[in-house]
């Protein structure tokens, strides 16, 4: 196939003038992007085969039932299957090495259909290393790893291959792609309130529903890739291909997302592409036995604190393994897309580290980029979009990495999204650091409305992030203390539950509808679930006390966490009914730092906040551009959401045709302290 035309430099001027003089290093990336495509092209078939690996790596079962089983391991010179079917035999099943590093071995069916390998067995590679060492691992392409804790802390590998009446069937096709996403990031473990590690069944059965009713169109999964170390949060994988089995088992994930469609929810693999956990015994680390078979051998490979393997994505072997990873989730479980964890991580040869991003554009394209990771990604995006016309990537990246979310024809590195994730920093700091009256609206409105033009970003509040031990929701932020003691409709509404209760509605509204082009909330925040996020570890006495979400208090009728539930969801149905994530930025036309007032206009509504600690406002001047008579669709002041009803919904207002800040007309609003209210004509 012939080289495909380079990116024309205007689409890049076009959207930002100020990456003129940068025009050679883009190009640069974009022509080894083109060499690595060029390549895949002309000897591996396209993307269409090279993502496919997995079809030849690892285990592969044909209907007659013959096993055929793949794995690249250049360093050694001998290599044996083993396993509970061979009774662990080092000499019975050697394979055969060809030219490329890679070992095979076919294993005959015992009868027609039936496996020289019972399903769910045990299985694992011996080899020899060039040095006449002998070790074993698991492979590195299998599909299920099961670990006994009882016994030991590694993993063992699986042979998976469920008899068809076993294998789940999808009954549902994808959603169509959404026109924004609002999306509720869940880790399956924590999703019970018992303390214990929740399970896929439970999370089909009880959490879909949960976020079904709240109004969010996505899900993004967490900590799905197996982890041996359940406090890594997931994000210290070892076997890239098997979904964790602490859960249950791959059938049980594909239902969960074949259920999830079924209600027309995208559901997003959090992925981890940009290091892996240093486990040799069952992770990629040292696999044949070399420094520098999946990862940068030396220091380059590794991350000083993260503890962990840095890849090699200038290998033609490891960028097979990461695509073919990609989609597999694509393929075996029906994703919809990935959310790229520890982006910045890869982008820069300094991961980040000790890094502050001044947003100087020679931070992003100086010595300090790491153009092969960058390549990566490029080829991560181009090939799933190609592949997938209705994927969705998202990029983890606090740098600030112009074009990011560019296609990749178009020169950028080809997300579809950014995560937002200065907004959650702000809020944090606001918090802890600063008195109410000591908040400044204009430094809120600019870091919620600093995005790059042209590239959609995800904006949250609060992620997972926030609420890990040594930090707390921003709800514990708030009311601290009296959650234990002042939650019930049946106790006194205190200044402080009052503060923290208005505060909680007005920051989502305010971030879900000035803060980009999609929206982010961690499970259980949307409620404000108190205290904090910590996994059983020895630190703790293994315990599940903050490992699990307290469903519980929300389900209470008597309790006040019911308001904020409510509140959330109806954000999210206002959102799908005026559909303001896929408009235009908002047009802000007051921040008042004495009154503490913001106002904009986005899709048709105009919002208004009043973040002042004492003061309410009567007949309140705000600027609106439409003229015409306008209504109250959403206010946090109604009694349903916690409030104290000095407003409601339905009041009308009609405008004066005359200029106020900046627009045509204007119109007056009695705005109590602490109080946000949505209008619409």
């Excluded at 907004?423 to 609206?441: G, N």
């Excluded at 919904?649 to 045709?657: A, C, L, V």
Aim: proline residues 5%; negative net charge; aromatic residues 12%.
């Amino acid at each position: 196939m012939a080289a495909t035309a380079s990116f024309d430099p205007q689409s890049v001027l076009k959207l930002d003038g100020y990456l003129e003089p940068f025009i050679p290093a883009i190009a640069h990336r974009h022509e080894r992007f083109q060499k690595w495509k060029d390549t895949i092209d002309r000897y591996e078939g396209g993307y269409e085969k090279f993502t496919r690996g997995f079809d030849k790596m690892g285990f592969n079962v044909k209907e007659s039932g013959e096993v055929v089983y793949r794995e690249w391991a250049p360093n050694v010179t001998e290599a044996h299957l083993i396993g509970d079917f061979n009774q662990w035999n080092r000499l019975s099943h050697p394979l055969k090495k060809n030219e490329f590093g890679v070992w095979e071995i076919t294993l005959p069916s015992e009868a027609p259909g039936v496996c020289a390998i019972p399903h769910d067995s045990k299985v694992k590679i011996s080899m020899i290393t060039s040095s006449g060492a002998r070790i074993e691992r698991i492979p590195a392409w299998i599909q299920r790893v099961t670990q006994d804790l009882t016994f030991s802390p590694a993993y063992e590998g699986r042979f998976w291959n469920p008899s068809p009446s076993e294998r789940y069937q999808f009954k549902n096709s994808r959603p169509p792609q959404p026109r924004a996403i609002r999306i509720y990031e869940a880790h399956v473990g924590i999703s019970t309130s018992e303390h214990r590690v929740g399970t896929y069944k439970e999370f089909t059965k009880d959490t879909l529903p949960r976020i079904h009713a709240l109004g969010y169109n996505t899900i993004q999964l967490m900590a799905i890739m197996e982890h041996p170390y359940y406090a890594s949060f997931g994000y210290q994988v070892t076997s890239f291909f098997a979904a964790s089995s602490r859960y249950g088992t791959p059938e049980e994930l594909k239902e969960l997302v074949d259920t999830a469609h079924g209600m027309g929810i995208t559901v997003l693999l959090d992925v981890v592409h940009s290091h892996a956990c240093k486990n040799v015994l069952d992770g990629l680390n040292a696999f044949d036995g070399s420094d520098h078979q999946y990862f940068h051998e030396g220091s380059k490979g590794r991350h000083e604190l993260w503890d962990s393997r840095l890849f090699n994505y200038g290998s033609h072997e490891v960028l097979r393994f990461l695509l073919s990873n990609l989609r597999f989730y694509m393929e075996e479980y029906q994703f919809d897309g990935f959310r790229f964890d520890g982006v910045t991580s890869m982008m820069y040869v300094h991961h980040g580290i000790g890094t502050g991003f001044s947003g100087g554009y020679p931070d992003y394209f100086g010595p300090g980029a790491d153009e092969e990771a960058i390549v990566y990604l490029m080829l991560a995006n181009d090939a799933m979009h190609a592949l997938y016309p209705s994927v969705i990537t998202i990029a983890e990246d606090v740098s600030g990495m112009p074009l990011l979310c560019i296609p990749v024809s178009q020169g950028g590195i080809g997300f579809d999204y950014r995560l937002s994730m200065a907004i959650p920093d702000m809020w944090i700091k606001l918090l802890k650091h600063k008195t109410d009256d000591e908040w400044d609206m204009g430094n809120i409105v600019h870091t919620l409305i600093d995005r790059r033009y042209g590239e959609k970003s995800v904006a949250y509040a609060e992620s997972h992030d926030q609420a890990l031990v040594g930090d707390k929701t921003l709800a514990f932020w708030l009311m601290d203390k009296e959650m234990y003691t002042h939650m019930s409709d049946l106790t006194p509404m205190t200044p402080i539950i009052a503060r923290g209760l208005s505060l909680h509605k007005m920051i989502r509204l305010l971030v879900h509808s000035l803060g980009g082009e999609g929206y982010l909330n961690f499970e259980g925040n949307e409620f404000g679930h108190p205290e904090w996020l910590d996994f059983p570890r020895e630190g703790n006495n293994n315990s599940f006390q903050h490992a699990r979400r307290q469903w519980n208090i929300v389900d209470d009728q008597l309790l006040r966490y019911r308001y904020l539930n409510s509140f959330d969801a109806a954000i999210n149905h206002l959102e799908e009914e005026h559909k303001w994530l896929s408009a235009p930025q908002a047009y802000v036309s007051l921040k008042h730092g004495g009154d503490k007032m913001i106002a904009y206009e986005r899709s048709g509504l105009l919002f208004v906040f009043n973040f002042h600690p004492t003061k309410s406002f009567t007949d309140y001047r705000i600027g609106v551009d439409e003229a015409g008579e306008y209504h109250i669709v959403l206010t946090s002041d109604e009694k349903k959401f916690g409030g104290f009803e000095n407003i409601s919904s339905g009041g009308k207002f009609t405008t004066t045709p005359m200029e106020w800040n900046g627009r045509k007309n204007w119109l007056q609003i009695y705005i109590p302290s602490r109080t946000c209210v949505v209008l619409g004509k």
